[in-house]
């Protein structure tokens, strides 16, 4: 065979299904997504149905004077819709944020709190309430505490030169998340168990329950931000993933484009984590899925995962606050749906999810 | 005379208080395939990785068309220099054709997505190399030549002037290794790409090289036609064991055999 003699020809680029697949699937999705926030602003101990929706719906957008009693109004506008739009804020920033580090760090099975966010985070908060703060300080301390631990992290990697920098940042990440870990427990040691310990305790399994609507001025835009990068660099972090000898030898400059992705990926845990508490295993498995369904290439797995995050997440909390008589604590249904799916990618991944 | 495609000019390599070649001088012409062989650990790869830039030299100059690369950004470095490294292509599970489209990233900005040039170029180095048929497959599911074709064609979408590849036919079969060799071979010869590729079958010299360097105890041992430098004084100084370098018939090409097995 001689190689030049090859004849050349057009190359259908994807897979037969995907070229179809990936704009069914953006499509599917986003229609789930939208069922799930219609199930979710109609359900709860206020019942709306969905015909009352609509015309409140309507009513909004002609200026008519609205149909709905004002309780009911109140409801949707001051209570439903502020926590449905924080739960598919915080799912997707989750799902985005972990998407980003897995291709980062070149490994599938990575998650927001890989560098030690989520625990600088929580740290953060618990302070907050150890101290009595108001709740938009808790809130401000839990984001100075993600990107605290961030740029800790960051800090020890840089200082420790001369060996594979990513391994370095994340067993950086693994050590601080300990070491801000041992801190929480510390003060939930000393904390008043009848008034402080609940609240950490209710905060650190993470919820939407105190959700109002100015948590999302500060949820949203963080969000926004942080995702802006990640899709201007999409096809860069793609390239990423083939480490960081092989990307630099493609022409990427690797050392910026890590400082600009891990900001923007961290600033986005932190948004969620400081609105919701911790929140385990969105930022996990559903980038995870996401790849699956559409492949490792950014531009496409970035929209399907914030699609699938906001609409898990969403899904989930209203679960949460629907299912019994007292809410369950976000973090451990996220943790119960998360686990069996993960032992199923731990099972039989070698063949679907790995490669 | 016009400056070489590429000069090392008295390089040492090697990492912080580490050097692991010192005085390594030798150029490479446009079009001219130089395998470099030399024992495990001897630095071959190390060597490559200066070359390319990924790690500094430690002393010494490289030219490129007789101009100093120190300093160039690596967008600049990529886009003269392709590199198949010996494990690359990461583990996720891109397809073939997005894999080699990743070779026209120092082409576009950092926020550009590929354009229709790139795209084509990606499917020419494809067709070249001979797998426009594994283009939709997943890289990570693809055999071990395959993929190191399809690494090959990564660097020729990148359109390169200097083509550098670590052990390029470490573990691929027998098939296979013809086959990668012959692409090179071709490439050079048609496109006046320089090559600089590393081996541990002296006889692949003879397959694929116009030139043949010796690396032995940190320095150049030897430098030449694939027929003066692969004696058996040579490989014996390299690699410590006997061997015969025997011709094949009327060819240019030899074997090399252990005297062990001769007797």
Same mark, same amino acid.
């Given at each position: 065979?001689?190689?030049?003699? $090859?004849?050349?020809?057009?190359?259908?680029?994807?897979?037969?299904?995907?070229?179809?697949?990936?704009?069914?699937? @953006?499509?599917?999705?986003?229609?789930?997504?939208?069922?799930?926030?219609?199930?979710?602003?109609?359900?709860? *101990?206020?019942?709306?149905?969905?015909?009352?929706?609509?015309?409140?719906?309507?009513?909004?957008?002609?200026?008519?004077?609205? *149909?709905?009693?004002?309780?009911?109004?109140?409801?949707?506008?001051?209570?439903?819709?502020?926590? @449905?739009?924080?739960?598919?804020?915080?799912?997707?920033?989750?799902?985005?944020?972990?998407?980003?580090?897995?291709?980062?760090?070149?490994?599938?099975?990575?998650?927001?709190?890989?560098?030690?966010?989520?625990?600088?985070?929580?740290?953060?908060?618990?302070?907050?309430?150890?101290?009595?703060?108001?709740?938009?300080?808790?809130?401000?301390?839990?984001?100075?505490?993600?990107?605290?631990?961030?740029?800790?992290?960051?800090?020890?990697? $840089?200082?420790?030169?001369?060996?594979?920098?990513?391994?370095?940042?994340?067993?950086?990440?693994?050590?601080?998340?300990?070491?801000? =870990?041992?801190?929480?427990?510390?003060?939930?040691?000393?904390?008043?168990?009848?008034?402080?310990?609940?609240?950490?305790?209710?905060?650190?399994?993470?919820?939407?329950?105190?959700?109002?609507?100015?948590?999302?001025?500060?949820?949203?835009?963080?969000?926004?931000?942080?995702?802006?990068?990640?899709?201007?660099?999409?096809?860069?972090?793609?390239?990423?993933?083939?480490?960081?000898?092989?990307?630099?030898?493609?022409?990427?400059?690797?050392?910026?484009?890590?400082?600009?992705?891990?900001?923007?990926?961290?600033?986005?845990?932190?948004?969620?984590?400081?609105?919701?508490?911790?929140?385990?295993?969105?930022?996990?498995?559903?980038?995870?899925?996401?790849?699956?369904?559409?492949?490792?290439?950014?531009?496409?797995?970035? *929209?399907?995962?914030?699609?699938?995050? =906001?609409?898990?997440?969403?899904?989930?909390?209203?679960?949460?606050?629907?299912?019994?008589?007292?809410?369950?604590?976000?973090?451990?249904?996220?943790?119960?749906?998360?686990?069996?799916?993960?032992?199923?990618?731990?099972?039989? =991944?070698?063949?679907?999810?790995?490669? | 005379?016009?400056?070489?495609?590429?000069?090392?000019? #008295?390089?040492?390599?090697?990492?912080?208080?580490?050097?692991?070649?010192?005085?390594?001088?030798?150029?490479?012409?446009?079009?001219?395939?130089? &395998?470099?062989?030399?024992?495990?650990?001897?630095?071959?790869?190390?060597?490559?990785?200066?070359?390319?830039?990924?790690?500094?030299?430690?002393?010494?100059?490289?030219?490129?068309?007789?101009?100093?690369?120190?300093?160039?950004?690596?967008?600049?470095?990529?886009?003269?220099?392709?590199?198949?490294?010996?494990?690359?292509?990461?583990?996720?599970?891109?397809?073939?054709?997005?894999?080699?489209?990743?070779?026209?990233?120092?082409?576009?900005?950092?926020?550009?997505?590929?354009?229709?040039?790139?795209?084509?170029?990606?499917?020419?180095?494809?067709?070249?190399?001979?797998?426009?048929?594994?283009?939709?497959?997943?890289?990570?599911?693809?055999?071990?030549?395959?993929?190191?074709?399809?690494?090959?064609?990564?660097?020729?979408?990148?359109?390169?002037?200097?083509?550098?590849?670590?052990?390029?036919?470490?573990?691929? #079969?027998?098939?296979?290794?013809?086959?990668?060799?012959?692409?090179?071979?071709?490439?050079?010869?048609?496109?006046?790409?320089?090559?600089?590729?590393?081996?541990?079958?002296?006889?692949?010299?003879?397959? &694929?090289? #116009?030139?043949?360097?010796?690396?032995?105890?940190?320095?150049?041992?030897?430098?030449?036609?694939?027929?003066?430098?692969?004696?058996?004084?040579?490989?014996?100084?390299?690699?410590?064991?006997?061997?015969?370098?025997? *011709?094949?018939? #009327?060819?240019?090409?030899?074997? &090399?055999?252990?005297?062990?097995?001769?007797?």
């Amino acid at each position: 065979m001689t190689p030049s003699s $090859t004849v050349f020809s057009p190359i259908r680029r994807r897979e037969p299904s995907s070229a179809f697949g990936y704009r069914a699937i @953006v499509i599917g999705a986003a229609l789930a997504l939208l069922l799930i926030v219609v199930v979710a602003v109609a359900l709860g *101990p206020y019942q709306l149905s969905a015909r009352d929706l609509f015309a409140f719906l309507v009513a909004k957008a002609t200026g008519a004077a609205s *149909p709905l009693p004002p309780p009911a109004e109140t409801v949707i506008l001051q209570i439903r819709l502020p926590r @449905v739009l924080a739960a598919t804020g915080v799912g997707a920033a989750l799902a985005a944020s972990g998407a980003a580090y897995q291709s980062m760090f070149r490994n599938p099975l990575v998650s927001p709190d890989i560098l030690g966010v989520s625990a600088g985070a929580a740290f953060g908060a618990v302070v907050g309430i150890f101290l009595s703060l108001p709740v938009l300080a808790i809130e401000a301390a839990s984001f100075a505490g993600g990107l605290a631990a961030v740029v800790i992290v960051y800090g020890i990697a $840089t200082a420790i030169r001369g060996r594979d920098a990513v391994l370095v940042l994340v067993l950086a990440g693994v050590v601080i998340g300990a070491l801000f =870990g041992a801190g929480v427990g510390l003060l939930k040691y000393l904390a008043d168990p009848y008034n402080q310990l609940p609240a950490i305790t209710f905060w650190l399994l993470g919820s939407l329950a105190a959700t109002n609507p100015a948590d999302l001025t500060s949820l949203l835009p963080a969000v926004a931000i942080g995702l802006v990068p990640l899709a201007l660099l999409r096809w860069r972090i793609d390239v990423m993933t083939l480490g960081d000898e092989e990307a630099t030898a493609l022409g990427a400059d690797t050392r910026k484009l890590r400082i600009v992705v891990i900001a923007a990926a961290t600033l986005m845990t932190s948004a969620a984590v400081a609105a919701s508490g911790i929140i385990g295993w969105v930022g996990l498995v559903v980038p995870h899925l996401a790849r699956l369904t559409v492949g490792p290439a950014f531009t496409r797995l970035l *929209p399907v995962s914030i699609l699938f995050g =906001g609409g898990y997440l969403l899904a989930v909390d209203t679960v949460a606050r629907t299912l019994g008589t007292v809410e369950l604590p976000l973090g451990v249904l996220t943790a119960a749906l998360g686990t069996p799916v993960f032992l199923w990618l731990l099972a039989f =991944g070698r063949r679907t999810a790995w490669s | 005379m016009s400056a070489p495609r590429l000069a090392v000019e #008295d390089l040492s390599y090697g990492y912080p208080g580490h050097i692991v070649g010192h005085g390594i001088s030798f150029t490479v012409g446009a079009g001219e395939v130089l &395998c470099v062989l030399g024992r495990n650990g001897e630095g071959k790869s190390t060597l490559f990785k200066t070359i390319l830039g990924l790690l500094s030299p430690r002393a010494g100059a490289l030219r490129v068309d007789g101009e100093p690369i120190a300093g160039w950004s690596p967008r600049r470095r990529a886009l003269v220099f392709g590199y198949v490294p010996q494990n690359g292509g990461g583990t996720f599970p891109f397809t073939v054709a997005e894999l080699v489209l990743m070779g026209r990233t120092a082409h576009r900005g950092p926020f550009a997505g590929p354009s229709a040039a790139d795209r084509q170029a990606a499917d020419e180095a494809i067709a070249v190399l001979g797998i426009s048929h594994l283009a939709t497959r997943e890289w990570v599911r693809v055999s071990g030549g395959e993929r190191q074709l399809a690494l090959v064609a990564r660097a020729l979408a990148q359109e390169p002037r200097i083509l550098v590849l670590d052990e390029p036919t470490a573990s691929l #079969d027998f098939g296979n290794q013809v086959r990668v060799l012959d692409a090179i071979r071709s490439l050079a010869e048609t496109r006046a790409l320089s090559v600089l590729l590393s081996t541990h079958h002296p006889e692949q010299a003879f397959a &694929c090289a #116009d030139r043949v360097a010796v690396l032995s105890g940190g320095e150049l041992l030897r430098i030449g036609a694939p027929g003066e430098v692969v004696t058996a004084e040579t490989l014996r100084a390299c690699y410590s064991v006997d061997v015969a370098v025997l *011709p094949v018939a #009327d060819s240019q090409y030899h074997v &090399c055999v252990p005297q062990a097995y001769l007797s």
